[in-house]
């Protein structure tokens, strides 16, 4: 057996006990999803950040810096800063606000914050989060799938089975405590990996000098962030300038992915799960850090792999690539975890979520008198529905990047508005949350599936997320004043609440 | 053959970040020391 094999099972095992350990302890629902708000500010930070950064991290990201040079890197600006206006706007305000109306999911939080008996927003929500999240669960089925291919020699199918079984098992085993936690270790080892590989690469290459000067000599325009360049592995020359340069609606598709983070609802429930209000701050700090350092490092494994690799013909495998072709085997194990590390912190999180949405949101519709315990096995039934119809997606095979990017654009402008003007506008009705939550995710499903409007370049989170602004506020100022239980609760969730 | 980043890259790759990472550390001074008034 290989020393990275070894090294993975050990990883594996590692994660599966500290899995198994939180689920012995969990006795509730707010329990198995909100780890009954109780978690320290650097495990919800760390937390936060590693089930924010999937596959897309150490695959996706690095694979189209690797393709198109610092171009790229404007995704990695526009995600860093909208990971800090979410944290300074959105999470003392939310944490807050949840706690007044007794909130423990997104769909929970609707619901309550508009007094809606109806129960529509409930089921809309729920039903918006199964259909995005189930893309967005596949793609990180593709990851696991590129990664165990590549580390154990096997066909891409097997693999992708291969991390269906790990991360169903570990998930259906744990809960929010334990993909709390696991996550908070596998953060961790994402930043570590981070820093070291590109670090050592560049060092043995003789320096950053060395590097740009190889780079330049592949395609000076590969160092220019305001330039524009195209890969083709089936080429004579791969990397190939396009003339125009970057322009203006490439420049915002880019930085447009920040628009996401305020709708993302497996990182909203970890400001939710925070034990006070009062320590976002200091995870605000953590978190931002993290992940300026981790999105500069991924930028340069993207960049040395173009002058230390042979062209790739998977360029999404150029960490990958790195590892074995650098480090001794068994070092080479535990960065590979880091990637498994990745893909499973955002996937077990967004299947709590998924089930959440199922159990709490959808279930409890046409059963309102379900019990805790019958809950509990509901969402564990619907994490592994929901990891099988994302295998379904997965085993055809495409881009991280590009499976990501559309679940990403779905759930960011359909709840990103909704969760803005829930929280800032008082005359926020249901229906205007509703009209918004329901215009972001059509634009986004029309905008990606008709020819013109894909063909324009912009990213769907961009013409989506505006309409649903535009959306909640025309029919929010047509609707009714909110009641005075609303404003009271509103107001309420303003200032620190009396247990802080 | 170029032995340095544009200056272009160089500014946009850090100073956002660098801009946010203090931003986020003044809101964690301003919360210490209105915690100890």
Do not use: C
Not at chain 1, 281 to 289: G, K
Not at chain 1, 310 to 339: I, R
């Amino acid at each position: 057996m290989s020393p990275e094999i070894i090294t993975f099972i050990i990883y594996i095992g590692g994660m599966m006990g500290i899995g198994y350990y939180f689920y012995k302890q969990n006795e509730s629902t707010s329990d198995y999803f909100l780890g009954d708000r109780s978690l320290n500010p650097y495990v919800t930070a760390l937390s936060a950040q590693a089930s924010d950064m999937s596959g897309w991290l150490l695959m996706g990201f690095p694979g189209a810096v690797y393709a198109g040079g610092f171009n790229a890197m404007w995704i990695g600006i526009g995600l860093a800063i909208g990971t800090y206006l979410n944290w300074q706007f959105v999470g003392q305000r939310l944490r807050r606000y949840t706690e007044v109306i007794d909130a423990i999911t997104i769909a929970d939080f609707f619901e309550k914050r508009f007094k809606d008996n109806s129960r529509v927003l409930r089921i809309v929500t729920g039903l918006v989060i199964l259909v995005f999240f189930t893309i967005y669960v596949s793609s990180g089925l593709v990851a696991g799938g590129k990664l165990f291919e590549s580390l154990l020699n096997i066909d891409y199918t097997i693999a992708v089975y291969f991390s269906v079984v790990i991360v169903g098992l570990y998930t259906v085993l744990g809960g929010y405590l334990a993909v709390s936690w696991t996550d908070f270790v596998q953060g961790g080892l994402m930043f570590i990996a981070l820093i070291i590989v590109p670090i050592t690469v560049i060092t043995n290459f003789g320096g950053f000098a060395e590097v740009w000067r190889a780079v330049s000599s592949v395609n000076p325009d590969l160092l220019h962030a305001g330039k524009s360049v195209t890969f083709d592995i089936g080429a004579d020359v791969q990397w190939i300038s396009a003339g125009s340069g970057l322009s203006f609606i490439g420049l915002i598709s880019l930085l447009g992915w920040g628009l996401g983070y305020f709708g993302m609802p497996h990182i909203l429930v970890r400001f939710m799960g925070i034990k006070s209000a009062k320590q976002i701050p200091r995870s605000q700090f953590v978190a931002v850090t993290w992940v300026t350092i981790s999105l500069i490092g991924a930028v340069l494994v993207g960049i040395v792999g173009i002058v230390v690799l042979e062209p790739l013909p998977d360029s999404e495998k150029v960490f990958l690539e790195l590892l074995d072709k650098l480090f001794s085997p068994w070092v080479s194990g535990v960065f590979l975890a880091a990637v498994l590390a990745a893909i499973m912190s955002t996937i077990d999180s967004q299947l709590l979520v998924s089930s959440s949405a199922l159990a709490e949101d959808l279930y409890t519709v046409f059963r309102r008198d379900a019990g805790q315990k019958e809950l509990m096995w509901v969402s564990r039934g619907a994490v592994i529905v929901i990891i099988l119809i994302g295998l379904i997606f997965a085993l055809s095979g495409g881009s991280v990047l590009n499976i990501v990017s559309y679940a990403w654009a779905g759930l960011g402008a359909s709840f990103g508005p909704a969760i803005i003007f829930s929280l800032f506008w008082k005359q926020t009705t249901k229906n205007g949350a509703l009209a918004g939550i329901v215009t972001g995710g059509a634009t986004v499903l029309i905008w990606k599936n008709v020819g013109v409007l894909a063909g324009t370049g912009l990213y769907e989170i961009i013409p989506a997320f505006a309409l649903s602004v535009l959306a909640i506020y025309f029919v929010s100022a047509a609707g009714k004043d909110p009641t005075k239980q609303v404003v009271k609760e509103f107001e309420t969730a303003l200032k620190p609440l009396k247990n802080e | 053959m170029k032995s340095s980043l544009p200056f272009f890259t160089t500014f946009w790759l850090l100073a956002p970040s660098l801009a946010i990472v203090i931003l986020s550390l003044i809101n964690v001074i301003k919360k210490e020391t209105g915690d100890n008034e």
